[in-house]
């Protein structure tokens, strides 16, 4: 197995340009980024409309009907 992942890695490294080798790097985390700053302004929507907490509500009424 070892020597399959070493086969692998010198094969796509030797189709990888020197000159683009870290560019992989900086989009994935330029996509972690972007990913972050999406999710960030979905949970300030999320609790600034109450749609958690109204969510939260249903499923314990749901649970535990007084």
């Known amino acids: 197995m070892s020597d399959l992942l070493l086969r692998v890695w010198l094969a796509v490294m030797h189709r990888v340009e020197p000159h683009e080798a870290g560019q992989s790097t900086a989009?994935?985390?330029?996509?972690m980024i972007a990913a972050a700053a999406?999710?960030?302004?979905?949970?300030?929507?999320?609790?600034k409309t109450?749609?958690?907490s109204n969510l939260f509500n249903a499923v314990i009424k749901k649970i535990l009907p007084f």
Do not use: P, Q
């Open 27 to 31: 989009e994935y985390a330029l996509v």
């Open 38 to 47: 999406v999710a960030g302004l979905l949970l300030m929507w999320a609790h």
């Open 50 to 52: 109450n749609l958690v």
